[in-house]
Structure formats: C-alpha cells, structure tokens
C-alpha cells in the first residue's frame, strides 16, 4: 500500500500548532481550516522550508521501509543500524560473487552483463541521508561486447533543500558545473524519470533484481538519489515499489579480474582486491575527450559528467580483463573511440607468457615489454589473430595483453610515456607513475560511437546518437 506522502502545508500546520498556544486548543482539522487562510498568503519563499521539509520526510520515509522490507520487522535498536550494514556488505559479496560464478558456470563470463551508474547532486541534507540529484547515467556492459548502451539525463528536482543554496553552488562549481534550481536543466518530473530508468534497467537485467554497480564510497549517495525519485512514484504499484540495488564496482571488478584470470589459466597470487581497487583508482581514462554528454562537453567538465564517469569505469574493466580472454577490443566499445597512435596486436611468444602478469593498463606499458611494430603505420583498429578472435564457451586460450604493441617513440603522439619507466622494468603495482601524467597523451578526434544510447528525451532504443561537435 502506497504510504501517506508528507505535506508542505501539513508541516506548517503542526508547526503553527506547535507555536500557539491557541493552535493547540484546536482539533486538527480545525487548524487544519485556520491555516489554509494563513498558507493561501503565503509566498513560495515562505513556503519553501515547508515545501522541502516534506521532500526530506519522504526519502527519509522510504530509507526506512526499504529496511523494514529487507529485514522482514521494525529495527527498533541503533546497534541494530550496525549489523544490518555488516549485513547489507555480506549481502552485496555474496550476490557479487554468485553472479559471476554462475556465469563462469554457464562458460559465458565473457557475456555476463552489468549495469554501472552514477549520480552527480545538487546538495545534501545536513543531518540526514537525503542527497538531491542532478545528472544520472548508467551503462550497460560485458566484457565481450564492451558497452553495450547507455542511459545519460540532467535532472531537475526543482527545489534544493531549503537554506542549502550556497552549499549547492559550491558544489557545483567545484564539480559538475550544473545549473542550480530554477534553472537547472533536465527531467522534471521525478515520477516519470523513475519510471524511465527501472524501465532500462529492466531492458538491461530482465526480470532478475535490479542491481547497479558504483564505487563503494558513493554508494549511500546513489542509494539515496534513487530514492528521492522513487518516493514520487508510490502509486504506481509495480514500478513504484520497485527496489534498485546498489553494489560496490571495485568489489565486482576485483572477483571478476580473479574467475577471468582463472578461466584463462593465469595464476598470479598477486591479485588481490588492494591491486584491483590501485588500477581502479588510477583512472587511465579521465582525460578522454567525447565520451561526457553535451553539456559537459562544452563546458569542459567531462571528468565530472556521469556519462563519462560510467563510460571510463567500463573502459577500464575492458583494461584490466579484455586481454585475458583475448576479447578483441572494439574502439568505442571497450576503449576510447579512436587511439592514435594505432595499436597493434601481435603474436606473443611462449616465453612471454611465462612471467607476466596483467595488472597494466596497455596504455602504461613500459618499454621493454613492447614489441615494435615495424612495417605497418595503417593499421587503424586493434586486431587479433583470428584463431584467438573468439573465444567460445568451450576452452580458454591462455593469452596476454602484453602482445598489444606500439611505437612508443613517437615522443609528440606519446609525450607521458617516455619519462615514466626508463629503466624498462615494469612497476610495482603500488609505485606506478601517477596518471595525471597522462594529460594531454590522449588527444582524440571526434568519432561516432555505434552505441545504443538513451537519453530521457527520447527513451528508446535507437541507433547511435552522434555528436554534431567538432
Ligand atoms: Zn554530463
């Protein structure tokens, strides 16, 4: 049953109770026909605390029903609050781990698909969980086929938490740069963007449970922003109530990057989550141009967007595993829409094999593990020898991403990489030159992405949707 949504003007009305001692001789709809008068002068300004008071209570309200529902009672003790987030964790690894064992079960890790989203926000309330979100994106991805579409909208909630505005400016102007209610950008309707999004999810994961992946320290804040627009769509039963779980990415990656490697027969004790979690946060992509949605784009905020957030988070699994399974990587799909310099892939010899491990981005390879290509300058896209092109669901080809080459001393095309790793040895995973030397290495021009893309004005799956951007 859909729950009472909390009012602006009913929290006035207890507040006035409250304040006069006259209101609190009065029955409620006694006051409730007093204050009308009073509320119907009102201006919006002063109306706003009221407006958003309501607004918090309603997230706040669904916090904690989603917990009466997963726990099955009222959770009455603080220490309570504890267990169920060592709970909540156990949860989150076991359904991980169980997704991907399953897959690696049906022999079609390569295919098994996951959704990663992120939310940008305007402002959060001071002493409670309620965020107000501003651009959401999502990606749907597998290792096989790299991104598979994506989902990207601005959203406008129309207020911010009243007396917050400065904390929301700041904010933004150290972030995402996005317009402040009024004139912020975007979906209005809450109700309607909700909507829209458990519908992708649904397109993206079925009738299976909805789960997003994000980083782990945003989880709360993703968590909350869906709910802030979940509480506008109670009524509708089925869509309304429907729970969108959020699990922690670097965990997905970390036991993924493990059952790949064990599927394609690499064994290396030095994974672990610590050396997963390094690459994750490395952030081999931040500089990749025209991956942001237009807006920021334009305004050179692309680190910020969450369509280039997600975008970069997939390229990064295609990184770190693609190799392993020798999945031919597609520009735009797995990695940034056009490389220059062009890569190569070539034939690795047994004895290279032996002793590598795969834990560089093949953006970062050193030196001494590069193979010149010497001939060719025309190759365009990175190819792979057709007997490892695919790998089915029968056995793994033990392979490497060690066999992708390039001319390195291209200095101009490659400006970072000549002064990170001279000796020719390859890094400590821990010791790794810092990436924000990559500035500038990725000079990209613009190309169409044959992606699936959703925005929510026009939520359907279409064809690519090009950016008219030089
Ligand atoms: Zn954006």
């Not at 770190?320 to 034939?347: E, F, S």
């Not at 593990?369 to 056995?395: G, H, L, P, Y």
Request: glycine share 4%; hydrophobic share 35%.
């Amino acid at each position: 049953m859909a729950p009472k949504k909390h009012s602006g003007f009913m929290m006035f009305v207890t507040e006035w109770r409250n304040r006069n001692a006259e209101g609190r001789r009065m029955t409620i709809p006694q006051a409730v026909a007093h204050c009308g008068g009073i509320w119907e002068k009102m201006t919006t300004q002063q109306r706003g605390p009221y407006n958003s008071g309501a607004k918090n209570a309603d997230v706040l309200d669904r916090a904690k029903r989603e917990r009466l529902n997963c726990h099955g009672q009222g959770i009455a003790q603080v220490d309570q609050a504890q267990q169920e987030t060592a709970e909540g964790v156990m949860h989150m690894k076991r359904t991980t781990e169980r997704i991907i064992r399953e897959a690696k079960k049906a022999h079609d890790l390569e295919n098994a698909k996951f959704v990663f989203a992120a939310f940008n926000f305007f402002t959060k309330a001071l002493t409670s969980d309620v965020y107000v979100p501003a651009e959401f994106a999502a990606c749907e991805y597998s290792l096989k086929e790299g991104i598979r579409s994506i989902y990207s909208t601005m959203i406008d909630p129309g207020q911010i938490i009243f007396g917050q505005s400065s904390d929301a400016q700041h904010h933004s102007a150290t972030t995402h740069s996005l317009p402040l209610p009024p004139n912020a950008l975007g979906e209005r309707n809450m109700a309607k963007l909700h909507r829209n999004i458990v519908d992708y999810l649904k397109k993206c994961q079925g009738d299976k449970p909805l789960i997003v992946f994000t980083p782990v320290d945003d989880i709360p804040m993703v968590k909350s922003c869906f709910r802030y627009l979940a509480c506008e769509d109670e009524d509708d039963t089925e869509i309304g109530r429907q729970k969108i779980e959020v699990f922690d990415i670097l965990y997905l990656m970390f036991i993924l990057k493990k059952e790949v490697m064990d599927v394609a027969d690499l064994h290396d004790e030095n994974v672990t989550q610590y050396v997963t979690d390094s690459f994750f946060n490395r952030e081999f992509f931040e500089f990749t141009p025209q991956i942001a949605c237009q807006y920021h784009e334009e305004n050179d905020r692309s680190k910020y967007c969450t369509q280039s957030m997600v975008t970069r988070w997939a390229y990064t699994f295609s990184d770190l595993m693609c190799g392993d399974l020798a999945i031919t990587v597609q520009p735009g799909k797995h990695i940034p829409p056009k490389t220059n310099p062009n890569y190569r892939v070539i034939h690795s010899d047994a004895s290279s094999l032996a002793q590598e491990s795969s834990f560089d981005s093949f953006y970062s390879l050193p030196g001494s593990r590069v193979k010149k290509e010497n001939q060719s300058q025309d190759s365009t896209n990175f190819s792979i020898s057709s007997s490892r092109a695919s790998i089915a669901s029968s056995s793994y080809v033990p392979t490497d991403h060690t066999a992708f080459t390039a001319d390195l001393n291209e200095a101009e095309a490659f400006p970072s990489l000549g002064r990170r790793n001279p000796s020719g040895r390859r890094p400590p995973a821990n010791n790794a030159p810092t990436q924000r030397e990559r500035n500038g290495a990725w000079d990209l021009p613009t190309n169409s992405r044959p992606i699936k893309k959703f925005t929510d004005s026009d939520f359907s799956i279409t064809g690519a949707v090009k950016k008219n951007k030089k």
